[in-house]
């Protein structure tokens, strides 16, 4: 299959219609793709749409992004349902309780296959954000494949992946937000620690460029890739694909997941079968 992974930028968007305009033109751009991927909190444009007071308060700019969720979810079934594809929409603040969770939506030509929150939260979400983690992990059986998902911070925690793979993902999605470039590879060393421990296909799309209505996105860093494990059925390096630091744009390629199966049996190493043995003695 086809994946296109998003190096995206945050727009000041006039009305609603420049927003759906933004994304037909992207769904468009990705060639075809079977997969598109857009990151963490890329709805947070949507808080433009509440004017620059608005967008600039942390609290009401979460209010203004969530109130749009129905349209936006409208949009991307369209989209996924026209070009015939599946599409990871960019995640946002989406409030069932008194705080708001960060929420990415899978969508499939048939229509929302499911979402996944984010499960653990960075300091500036727990303590000037105030947006809360919501755990449970899911696993999505798509005609594409088994597909996991691990919104930026939740990549560098092992024991999410393993969780994700042992379920039988064979592709984890990792839309990330970061505003420095160690930031970025944090999340970037934890997307390619995930490939390899599950010998797996592992996609990151992050947010780029400035931002400076909005302090909660303000400043962004990062490339799009796709990485696999160095194992012998994949490139040496891990790195199938990525773009250059902080430059907009998909990242595409060709991936077969039949070589996950091929990775963790045949590998030159077999770190998903012997996973259980990196326990400390006595312990399941």
């Given at each position: 299959m086809k994946i296109a992974t998003a190096a995206y930028p945050l727009d000041w968007l006039q009305d609603f219609n420049a927003y759906s305009s933004k994304l037909t033109g992207w769904v468009k751009a990705a060639k075809g793709a079977d997969l598109l991927v857009f990151p963490e909190y890329g709805a947070m444009e949507l808080a433009s749409l509440g004017g620059r007071a608005v967008a600039a308060d942390l609290e009401r700019s979460l209010h203004e992004v969530a109130r749009h969720a129905d349209a936006v979810s409208d949009l991307h079934a369209r989209l996924a349902r026209d070009h015939r594809c599946h599409i990871l929409a960019a995640s946002g603040p989406v409030f069932e309780g008194e705080r708001p969770v960060n929420r990415a939506v899978l969508y499939g030509p048939g229509g929302i296959i499911g979402h996944q929150d984010k499960q653990i939260m960075t300091r500036f979400e727990r303590e000037e954000w105030d947006v809360v983690g919501a755990r449970g992990l899911r696993l999505f059986d798509t005609t594409l494949g088994r597909i996991g998902i691990l919104i930026c911070y939740d990549a560098e925690f092992p024991l999410l992946g393993r969780a994700l793979v042992e379920a039988g993902a064979e592709l984890i999605l990792v839309p990330s937000c970061t505003d420095t470039v160690a930031g970025f590879t944090r999340v970037r060393i934890g997307a390619m620690a995930r490939a390899l421990e599950g010998q797996c296909v592992v996609v990151q799309s992050p947010t780029v460029g400035t931002c400076d209505w909005s302090p909660a996105v303000d400043e962004n860093r990062g490339r799009a890739a796709i990485?696999?494990?160095p194992d012998g059925f994949w490139p040496e390096t891990g790195v199938i694909a990525e773009g250059a630091m902080d430059a907009p744009g998909w990242v595409i390629?060709?991936?077969?997941?039949?070589?996950v199966?091929?990775?963790?049996t045949e590998g030159a190493v077999l770190?998903?079968?012997h996973w259980p043995e990196s326990r400390p003695d006595g312990e399941q």
């Open positions: 990485y696999g494990p390629a060709e991936v077969d997941l039949s070589r199966a091929k990775s963790r770190p998903f079968a």
